[in-house]
């Protein structure tokens, strides 16, 4: 019964990973806290910040660009249908079978999708991982008086925050799939009014997630052509 809410609400947390791996590569990796300098002669730090601006641009280039060029309008797209099926079922309107199957056949399509870059972003968090433990390697107690620049310890804790939120990607982009195949294969056999169906699996929590999905979407665009303008 509440299959649009369970799909929506994982679905949203996903993006949600994404939107803020794509927004720390950008923004973080490779760059100085406003509050910190490099010191002076330390040719290792520097090249730690080289590193870590080849590691976010690698992200940026082979996936971001991806989200953003054809994730993310795919994904308005299906949310668009849904929203409509939605409100034309609110508004009395008539739904056929075939449409709401439909639906979910190209969410279904979505979902292996982002499936599939979620997989590279575990891939690419392990290279994160090799850095993050290099640099925890050279940590160095503080010494006062350096407090202003840049130092390992800065490194290790922008890399981890990094880690953090990849780790939050705890969805089950394969359990959403075969839900979505599985509701196709229920429509398909049921009898019941279609109009019915949606009002089961749309319920008004759903209708927000789903709304929220397309907000957190649109954001990653925009970050990306603000990249773009760079």
């Not at 002076?40 to 641009?57: A, C, F, I, N, Q």
């Amino acid at each position: 019964m509440e299959t649009l809410n369970q799909i929506g609400g994982n679905l949203n947390r996903g993006i949600s990973v994404f939107y803020e791996i794509i927004y720390l590569c950008t923004y973080s990796l490779g760059y100085l806290p406003a509050d910190k300098r490099l010191p002076p002669d330390d040719t290792d730090l520097v090249d730690e910040l080289h590193e870590e601006r080849r590691l976010g641009s690698l992200w940026i280039v082979q996936d971001a660009l991806n989200i953003r060029d054809r994730l993310v309008p795919r994904l308005k797209k299906v949310c668009g249908e849904f929203e409509g099926a939605h409100r034309m079922v609110q508004d009395g309107g008539i739904l056929t079978k075939e449409n709401v199957i439909r639906y979910f056949a190209n969410l279904s399509d979505v979902i292996t999708s982002f499936s599939t870059q979620s997989q590279r972003l575990t891939s690419w968090t392990r290279q994160i991982e090799l850095l993050h433990s290099k640099v925890q390697a050279k940590e160095k107690p503080s010494i006062p008086g350096q407090e202003g620049y840049y130092s390992y310890q800065d490194a290790a804790d922008k890399l981890g925050r990094v880690l953090e939120e990849a780790g939050k990607l705890n969805v089950s982009w394969a359990g959403m799939e075969k839900l979505a195949e599985d509701t196709v294969k229920e429509l398909e056999r049921a009898q019941s009014n279609p109009n019915l169906i949606v009002k089961e699996m749309f319920l008004q929590a759903a209708a927000k997630q789903w709304e929220d999905i397309v907000t957190i979407a649109a954001g990653i665009t925009d970050i990306m052509q603000n990249v773009i303008k760079k």
